[in-house]
């Protein structure tokens, strides 16, 4: 509520849920198609790690600049 104000909390609660769950529908299918092609559990874990490890970088990459 203090990003955008008591008069828009409600607003941006809704979109922020509606997008929440869009990207949880996304994820799972494409973790299901990927699954369709013989990727493990495993690989996907560490496609999984191999994203966060480059989002971890974009953001410090981001707050040096």
Known sequence: ASLVGM???ARYWSMMTL???ASQFIAGYV???ALNF???YLSMFWMGLIVL???LICYLLMLIN
């Open 38 to 40: 013989h990727f493990t």
């Open 31 to 33: 973790f299901s198609y």
């Open 53 to 55: 490890i480059l989002t």
């Open 7 to 9: 008069e828009n909390h």
């Open 19 to 21: 997008a929440y769950a």
